[in-house]
Structures are given as structure tokens and as C-alpha cells.
């Protein structure tokens, strides 16, 4: 199923959750809703679902406007946070309920229900336990018989708020590969509603970056991520170094250091920002005359493949992050208190619009 969104707009009181958005979803796709708590992320999901109607704009299933149906309609599963499954059913009951509870016209028999609840089952690998009960799983279990549920009707659509919310860390990388695997298997268009861009870029086949109920950026996790639209972008896709400055005819001078610039040549003495990841710094000694940005190792995290330096710039006291390989760290011998160079790889330079200065 395509799903499309036109100009739709949801206020709650005062309180602007979205704000003109327009969007596609493939068919078959899985796209992943990324932003900060109260972007707009979960109204969209819901108004999508029919959870929640928009005061204006259009949902189009199908390219047939869908705003005013229905929920049950919709043929929509919808997979929540906080698993919602009924304590008092077992798995295979808990399973089987979106079936048993069919208009009478549209309802399998129970020998159907029966074969399709095992198939979906094993489908989410967990077959060998149809007779327990919720209380009586792993979160990670709960939220694949969640998943289950929702896919027993046959949604043409599946939609997932914070699927993996309420899980540790651990668990909720197991989950969304294995999501991603089952998402292959069956290619149901399916949206979810996340607010860790690691999971986002790890699962989706295309990332919507929402902030205040607006889309900042749409496109694969490779684009939004190597080619960030804006700072907010930058930003938010992880730890981010930034060197504040003056943008003048295609360079931004920040302290000591001049970067290039050349997309703002038309920049005359405006208020600029570069930003850089840490991974995208080089590392060296300082050698009198050495060209780049010239700091102080205030600490150094060097556990594992990566290490971690905090480094405070000469000219103006500002803190950078930059992480190399282990390996890299050893061979150069550091030690807190050593001066170091830094250079940037590759630098994103945004005219800074909220600074006069």
C-alpha cells in the first residue's frame, strides 16, 4: 500500500504538533519517523492510523482519501510501545484475538485460525511458547507477539510507535535486526516511530528527520547522514563538533584557523557555523608551523577499537571531540597535557541565521 500525506496540520490547544506536513511512503518500504520528543512524530503515526484526525490536510491510502475513515478501515496493525497485549490470554489467545473478532461474514474458521496463529509463530520464532502468558515472557518476546498480533489480520499497513522503547540496549538490537529480516520476508509497507537515529539508520529503507512539526529532511540513511540538509540535521545524527565564526566570500574564519567554504561565496562578513564529526577529525603532534587547529589532550578514552580525545583549542578554549582508531592513538604515544593539530576531513559550513554576531 502507498501511503501520502498532504498539508496536515494538528494543533492540541496552544500547541502546534504539526505544521503543513507533506509526505510519500513507498509500498513496501520500511520508513523510519526520527526526531526529539514532541516533534510530531507519534501524532503523524496516529492520524495516519486513524487514532487521530488532522484539522487539515489529506490521507491518502491507496491514493484514495482516507482522512475521515475509520480506524478499522484502514487495514492498519499497529504495534505500541508498551506491548498491550492481555494479560489474562495466552500467546496463542492474544494471538488469535484480532481473528476471533471479525464480522462473523469475514471470520476463518477455527481450524484457519488455528494454522495461521502457528505460522505466525514460528514467523517471529516463537512457537514454543503458545500456551504461557505475557507475565510470564521477556519484554523482547512480548513486543515479537505484539508484532505477531498485528500481522494476523493481514494489515496492508504496519505502524510502530517506539517499538523497542521499553527495552535495554542489548535487546533492542537483537529486535530491530531481526525486524529488519522479517521486513524482507514480507515487505508490508510499515512506518515507525523512533527517537534513536542509530536504530532509524540501522533498519529504515528512507528516514524522515521531524523537528517542531516540520520535516527537516526526507531521504535514505546515507543521504541524511552524509549530506545533512541543516544544522538540526547535523546536529541530531550524532556527536557533532561546531566552530563558530565569520563567513566572508567563501571562507569562515573561526579563532586562528580559516576554513573553506565555497557554497557561501556570496557571503559577505555574516555569522557561520562549521560542523564536524568527530570521526571526520585527523590527529597529529604539533611541529612549529603545522597547519590547523592546534589543542591541548585534556583526556583521552582509549577502551576498545575507538579512542576518544578531548582536546581544548589554543585560541579560544573551546572543547572538540575527536575519535580515532585504538590502533592510531597507540602508535602516536599520547598523553594528557600533549600538544596536538587537528584537522578537519570534511566540514559542513551553515550560515548561522540566529546570530547577529
Same mark, same amino acid.
Given at each position: ?14 500547541? $502546534? ?17 526520527? /526526531? ?48 498491550? #497485549? ?33 505460522? #505466525? ?64 520476508? #514480507? ?30 529532511? #526526507? /531521504? ?75 589543542? $591541548? ?37 599520547? $598523553?594528557? /597535557? ?20
Amino acid at each position: 500500500m502507498t501511503i501520502e500525506v498532504q498539508h496536515i496540520r494538528k494543533n492540541f490547544g496552544q500547541f $502546534k504538533a504539526l505544521d503543513d506536513v507533506s509526505l510519500q511512503f513507498p509500498d513496501g518500504e520500511l520508513t523510519a519517523l526520527l /526526531g526529539p520528543s514532541g516533534c510530531g512524530k507519534t501524532t503523524l503515526l496516529r492520524i495516519i492510523a486513524g487514532l487521530e484526525y488532522p484539522d487539515s490536510g489529506t490521507v491518502l491510502l491507496d491514493g484514495q482519501d482516507s482522512s475521515h475513515r475509520h480506524v478499522r478501515e484502514r487495514q492498519v496493525g499497529f504495534v505500541f510501545q508498551h506491548y498491550a #497485549l492481555f494479560k489474562h490470554m495466552t500467546v496463542f489467545e492474544n494471538v488469535a484475538f484480532g481473528l476471533r473478532v471479525k464480522p462473523r461474514s469475514e471470520r476463518p474458521s477455527e481450524d484457519q485460525i488455528r494454522d495461521k496463529v502457528k505460522k #505466525l509463530l514460528e514467523l517471529v520464532q516463537l512457537d514454543w511458547i503458545a500456551d504461557r502468558y505475557p507475565p510470564q515472557l521477556s519484554g523482547g518476546q512480548r513486543q515479537r507477539i505484539a508484532l505477531a498480533r498485528a500481522l494476523a489480520v493481514e494489515p496492508r499497513v504496519l505502524l510502530l510507535d517506539e517499538p523497542f522503547g521499553a527495552l535495554d540496549a542489548k535487546v533492542r538490537k537483537e529486535l530491530r535486526r531481526w525486524l529488519r529480516r522479517l521486513h524482507d520476508d #514480507l515487505h508490508v509497507t510499515s512506518i515507525f516511530v523512533t527517537h534513536d537515529q542509530e536504530e532509524a539508520l540501522e533498519v529504515a529503507d528512507q528516514v524522515v528527520l521531524m523537528n517542531k512539526g516540520r520535516v527537516e529532511q #526526507l /531521504g535514505s540513511p546515507d543521504q541524511v547522514y552524509n549530506h545533512p540538509a541543516s544544522p538540526f540535521v547535523y546536529g541530531f545524527l550524532g556527536n557533532v563538533n561546531l566552530f563558530h565564526g565569520r563567513i566572508h566570500e567563501g571562507v569562515l574564519a573561526s579563532g586562528d584557523v580559516n576554513f573553506q567554504a565555497p557554497q557561501h561565496i556570496d557571503v559577505r562578513d555574516g555569522a557561520g557555523i562549521g560542523y564536524v564529526r568527530p570521526h571526520d577529525l585527523d590527529v597529529e603532534r604539533y611541529t612549529p608551523g603545522a597547519e590547523g587547529v592546534v589543542a $591541548k589532550l585534556r583526556r583521552a578514552h582509549a577502551i576498545g577499537p575507538l579512542a576518544q580525545l578531548d582536546l581544548e583549542r589554543a585560541d579560544n578554549g573551546q572543547m572538540i571531540e575527536a575519535v580515532l582508531p585504538n590502533e592510531r592513538f597507540a602508535s602516536l604515544g599520547l $598523553k594528557e /597535557g600533549d600538544t596536538l593539530v587537528v584537522r578537519p576531513r570534511r566540514i559542513e559550513v551553515f550560515v548561522d541565521h540566529g546570530s547577529a554576531a
